[in-house]
């Protein structure tokens, strides 16, 4: 897969895809069936996907409560593994910001891209100040020569499939109800940091992870599914994460912490996937660590169960 930042400059083979716009944060069922739209409309071009980095809503509210279910890379390696020719990741700057529907059609559909077919879901809104309609979208479609398919909302169990209610899931702490809206387990992904290697001195040794910039699923333990991406110990295991500010230890910033199961080695600085399964209860203080290590035995056996099923 093919990633173009700067619809201003392009190379010609990455011109005449038919492509899905949005923002794509998570990936969901929704997502994916824009995207199979896309594929059908021109099967003998390549499929592509615009999207815009940084989301459209960290550009206008830097200083906002962080949203987003997943970074631009996940986000691209998942897109790459439904089969994506090529993803057109703009740069959303002020010029991009200031472009009206038209201009915005003229210059990056048309003109910058090139593109022969673009799918959008029924409450696309584009252009400066979203004053652009998916009929605008139709009617410059016809006008400057590439076509329009416009895909209606999904639902699944009666719920709408949006980035915003598998959000809301998540902060419920019902992550195999977003899971049912995502198609797959949420995941959040990225490098082992070190950490002040308390879980080593109580006998669970955990890779910590950043969620800086991520939507926060609530707070507490969760059995997990883990890939190691990279390194010698690739692979994938069971475990139990924390995912908080372990408030047992003073004022901490918020992370997440992963028990692998049966699992032994140095993952230091390596890439891991972790999927949140199960929530399996909230953050707490206990008196002192002998409580702290029985709960997390309890915890840990939990956890082992409900994965052997998972």
Request: charged fraction near 25%; include cysteine.
């Amino acid at each position: 897969m093919r990633i173009v930042r700067d619809y201003q400059f392009t190379r010609p083979e990455d011109r005449g895809a038919s492509a899905a716009i949005g923002n794509f944060d998570g990936v969901h069922r929704g997502h994916r069936a824009v995207i199979e739209l896309a594929r059908d409309a021109a099967p003998d071009a390549p499929l592509g996907v615009m999207t815009f980095e940084p989301h459209p809503r960290e550009f206008f509210a830097p200083d906002a409560p962080p949203f987003r279910l997943m970074g631009a890379e996940a986000r691209a390696a998942r897109l790459e593994k439904l089969g994506v020719d090529r993803l057109y990741q703009l740069n959303f700057n002020t010029a991009l910001a200031s472009l009206s529907p038209r201009a915005f059609c003229e210059r990056v559909i048309r003109d910058g891209l090139g593109l022969r077919h673009v799918v959008v879901g029924s409450d696309f809104c584009f252009g400066k100040g979203r004053t652009g309609t998916v009929a605008d979208l139709q009617g410059f479609g016809a006008e400057m020569g590439f076509g329009v398919t416009v895909a209606p909302l999904m639902k699944t169990g009666g719920v709408q499939v949006s980035s915003t209610a598998i959000r809301r899931a998540l902060s419920e702490g019902r992550p195999r109800d977003a899971a049912e809206l995502l198609g797959h387990w949420h995941r959040i992904e990225g490098p082992v940091v070190g950490g002040e290697q308390r879980g080593r001195v109580l006998g669970y040794p955990t890779a910590n992870m950043s969620i800086d910039g991520l939507h926060k699923p609530r707070f507490g333990v969760y059995a997990v599914l883990v890939d190691v991406k990279t390194g010698p110990l690739k692979g994938s295991y069971h475990g139990a994460a924390s995912v908080g500010v372990r408030p047992m230890f003073g004022e901490n910033r918020p992370n997440i912490e992963t028990f692998l199961f049966d699992f032994t080695g140095d993952i230091y600085g390596e890439t891991l996937s972790v999927a949140l399964v199960e929530f399996l209860r909230p953050e707490e203080s206990f008196d002192g660590v002998e409580a702290l290590v029985a709960q997390m035995d309890r915890d840990c056996a939990r956890a082992r169960q409900i994965l052997d099923t998972a």
